[in-house]
């Protein structure tokens, strides 16, 4: 079965590209961060070098339905200059086929956004506030059934199909999933997607050890599936940030205002316990620098994590638990980073995710396989240049957590099936 790009002859083919292009725009339509659009680059490039020809598809934001706002003619220019080619654009994209057939080796056409209908979600919308059971049933029946002529239509239009989208690959719509089974034969990822699932692989699959997580982050609850996986895999288990206080608080600690989730304090006991009985080193911070307000000018102080004094919260790992996590880190021969371990967009605030981006630079440099994904670490590691000294930096936070939590996503199973 057809899996990557590499290995397939794309001359005189017409291939449907699902992409992620949900780039934002300013209030005069004008990109504010291509990224996305770059990534997709080099998958799009390689059709066109290899003879075929494009036709690219994608949602941009959460229309209701169509919706000048988020169509994708904003950003048509933008492509054909990142992709240096023309770019044609069908303004439906449940009536491109006279566009589609018409289709010359080497020539692009994008499709206008996805989800100007609900079937590419699968979802029914417009229903009453006050529908019943039964009338939700029904729409949700009817949206389902109207789907299929969707997805066919979307694949009437190729001889192949390519899913590089990994931002959604956690999600089972028309165009990440379900489009696959038309292609039986010729479906693939396109390069940003093998990155991702390869990067994927390197830590739950064929992670050297010492394997370390370091999970921060605001909230234990977001993040409890993910450390729920990894618990079962690692060495090393690293808790900073907001939600490193609901484990204090747990073992009995003061943590004055700092973050936690009391609910959740049962499932922390839970987790310190496997720790102990799995035999995973399990590392909380020791101190905590203080502030006596959730602001950057607010005064400071490092204290004993177990006893953050009443009107204190606790906003950054102290120099003592960075010592730590970093003897462990640079110990490790995998890493797996996901979430801030402070309140890293308050620039007083950021020293310990910056530490911990560094070190992570550095067991890079020393041979460790590096994985930042999932939420705001890449912000973090980006915002703070750290982006290329580390083996990979995922493009897509909810798709990387669910894969984190050892869930298979429908985009990538699809195309494996
Ligand atoms: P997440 O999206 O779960 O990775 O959480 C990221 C957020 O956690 C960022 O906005 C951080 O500011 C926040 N965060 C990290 N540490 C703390 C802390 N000690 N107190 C409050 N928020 C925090």
């Avoid at 609910?263 to 590392?283: F, R, T, W």
Wanted: charge should be negative; hydrophobic fraction near 40%.
């Amino acid at each position: 079965m057809q899996q990557f790009i590499d290995s397939y002859d794309f001359k005189g083919k017409k291939a449907i590209v699902r992409v992620d292009f949900n780039v934002p725009l300013n209030d005069k339509f004008e990109i504010t961060d291509d990224t996305r659009i770059r990534a997709a680059i080099p998958t799009l490039k390689k059709v066109l070098a290899g003879g075929g020809s494009l036709i690219i598809m994608s949602h941009l934001g959460r229309p209701k339905g169509v919706d000048a706002k988020f169509s994708l003619k904003h950003i048509v220019d933008h492509v054909a200059e990142k992709l240096g080619a023309p770019v044609q654009f069908a303004d439906d994209c449940q009536k491109a086929d006279a566009q589609a057939a018409a289709l010359k080796p080497g020539e692009v056409l994008l499709l206008e956004n996805l989800r100007f209908y609900a079937e590419e979600e699968g979802k029914p919308r417009g229903l009453a506030e006050d529908a019943t059971d039964e009338e939700k049933k029904a729409a949700k029946a009817a949206v389902k059934e109207s789907q299929k002529a969707f997805v066919a239509k979307l694949a009437s239009y190729a001889d192949c199909y390519i899913n590089d989208a990994f931002g959604t690959a956690h999600r089972a719509h028309a165009s990440t999933a379900l489009i696959a089974k038309y292609f039986p034969n010729d479906k693939m990822f396109g390069y940003l997607m093998e990155g991702e699932i390869k990067a994927i692989d390197n830590v739950l699959k064929n992670a050297k050890r010492p394997f370390t997580a370091i999970i921060g982050g605001s909230k234990v609850s977001s993040k409890l599936a993910v450390i729920k996986n990894l618990l079962g895999k690692v060495d090393n288990l690293i808790i900073g940030g907001g939600m490193g206080y609901t484990f204090i608080k747990a073992q009995g600690g003061n943590i004055g205002n700092s973050l936690h989730e009391d609910d959740l304090m049962p499932d922390a006991l839970q987790i310190i316990k496997d720790c102990k009985e799995k035999g995973v080193n399990l590392s909380l911070s020791v101190a905590t620098v203080a502030a006596d307000n959730f602001d950057n000018d607010a005064n400071t102080k490092v204290v004993d994590i177990f006893n953050i004094p009443e009107g204190w919260e606790g906003m950054d790992a102290s120099p003592e638990s960075l010592e730590n996590w970093k003897k462990i880190i640079l110990s490790s021969k995998t890493i797996v980073w996901n979430g801030p371990v402070g309140v890293f967009e308050m620039p007083n605030f950021a020293k310990g995710t910056l530490q911990i981006a560094e070190d992570l630079a550095e067991a890079t440099a020393n041979g460790a396989y590096t994985l930042v994904g999932g939420g705001d670490s890449v912000a973090a590691v980006t915002k703070m240049g750290y982006a290329d000294k580390v083996s990979y930096v995922s493009t897509g936070g909810g798709a990387m957590l669910e894969a984190l939590e050892g869930k298979d996503l429908p985009g990538i199973a699809a195309v494996r099936e």
